[in-house]
């Protein structure tokens, strides 16, 4: 029989919230967990804080029980919406099947780390049918030696060493774009079935994530779990942008589609806040945040627009956090009743099913604000009881087409 548990825990002591949290999941789980998921935010960090988590969760689960987690921005529960805190997840069900797998050095080399986490995979034989992928993966981050806190930079020099060498840069630093979309290209390649997932992240200030596997507090990894089931999950996502400019050419970009040099022939980020009828002197951060949150370029695969946060730029570039695959572009926006109805829509048929588990980006997070209360009424509305959402740095799904990375988006999965 189907069982799953959410836990919660506000404590500020990482140990305490840690025994906390695997207390309250584990006391409203019918059996033993298959697995147990952990998503606490980025105030745990300071003094070796993720570590002493764990070990409080530890001090309350059994030692094999295969645990998995990563930052988030913040999280909707049934206790309430939180950008503070920790939150866990544990199922248990007997018909379900499980393998877990991790791959190292995702931004040093995603291909090579796919090939890892697919090896880990594999070694458990597992059936080829009602399979699904849950993944979770080391988020962009933005240098803070660099860039000093902000979203772009004046210097021409930063500006060309970037340009020319990110690549060098990445490898060496395993700093900056997270490279998801690569990730998931080669995850594709060596598995069928479906896929759903989200980035790790911090307080949206993209500055610093972690992944967990087992007691290891770990970045630039994918961990994630491989689940057979004896039914069908469903995974739905919906992505609630609207385009804002007229298409856009790219005519200049790096061999791997994050860096756009020109648009139409000139300089990006020239034709970019002309579009959006902004002097570029006049740019504040606070400003600039809220234009790279709000105004995302786009892409059409297929049918389906997805959106492509702009994560820092230069007088040189703009720097997609997803790979942009092909030439055309649009700037997209959105509106908080548009995600509202993205969310109603998405969740629609959750309360026919055992859990809802859901993947939103951070930047809607921020978008809402205060509404992302609103979301949780739209939840209760339903009649969904046992959810968890989250709030990362990107969005992953494979349905029965190619895989997707997308930032702006929410999936989730019915159980």
């Known amino acids: 029989m189907f069982s799953a548990s959410v836990g919660l825990s506000r404590s500020w002591e990482p140990f305490e919230a840690g025994e906390e949290i695997a ?16 998503f606490p935010t980025i105030h745990f960090e300071k003094n070796n804080g993720f570590s002493k988590l764990l070990e409080g969760i530890f001090s309350q689960l059994n030692k094999n029980t295969p645990l998995l987690g990563g930052t988030v921005a913040g999280f909707i529960n049934p206790k309430g919406c939180y ?41 458990k034989p597992m059936e080829n049918q009602n399979n699904i992928l849950f993944l979770i993966m080391a988020g962009s981050t933005i240098s803070e030696t660099i860039f000093h806190r902000k979203r772009y ?8 060493i970037l340009d020319k060498i990110y690549p060098l840069y990445s490898y060496i630093f395993q700093d900056g774009l997270g490279r998801e979309s690569e990730l998931l290209g080669t995850l594709s390649h060596n598995f069928s079935e479906k896929m759903i997932g989200v980035s790790a992240w911090d307080d949206n200030m993209a500055f610093r994530n972690y992944q967990f596997f087992g007691n ?13 089931f004896k039914y069908k999950p469903i995974i739905k996502y919906e992505i609630p942008l609207n385009i804002f400019s007229e298409k856009l050419k790219i005519t200049k970009k790096d061999k791997l589609n994050y860096f756009i ?11 970019f806040f002309n579009e959006l009828k902004i002097e570029k002197k006049y740019l504040t951060e606070e400003l600039l ?37 092909t030439n055309e572009i649009y700037i997209s926006t959105t509106t908080g009743g548009n995600i509202l109805n993205s969310f109603n829509k998405v969740l629609q048929g959750g309360e026919k099913a055992n859990f809802v588990l859901g993947m939103s980006c951070a930047a809607i997070l921020e978008t ?48």
């Open 153 to 160: 930079t004046h210097n021409p020099v930063i500006s060309s």
């Open 216 to 228: 290891k507090v770990l970045k630039n990894s994918i961990v994630g779990l491989r689940l057979h």
């Open 261 to 271: 040099n020109e648009i139409n022939n000139e300089k990006a980020t020239n034709v």
């Open 83 to 123: 950008t503070r805190g920790v939150t866990s997840l544990a199922i248990d069900d007997p018909t379900i099947d499980i393998a877990v797998g991790l791959g190292h050095n995702t931004k040093r080399n995603p291909k090579l780390a796919a090939e890892e986490f697919s090896k880990a995979i594999k070694k």
């Open 23 to 38: 207390i309250n999941t584990l006391e409203k789980l019918e059996g033993r967990p298959n697995f147990f998921l952990v």
């Open 368 to 415: 809402l604000g205060s509404n992302v209360f609103e979301v949780r009424k739209i939840i209760e509305k339903k009649g969904i009881n046992n959810f968890l959402i989250l709030f990362g740095g990107s969005e992953y799904f494979k349905t029965e087409t190619a895989p997707i990375s997308c930032q702006e988006s929410s999936a989730v999965i019915f159980f």
């Open 289 to 325: 945040r809220k234009i790279t949150l709000y105004f995302p370029i786009s892409v059409y695969e297929g049918n389906t627009l997805l959106g492509r946060v702009i994560g820092l730029y230069s007088d040189n570039f703009l720097a997609s956090m997803s790979s942009i695959g």
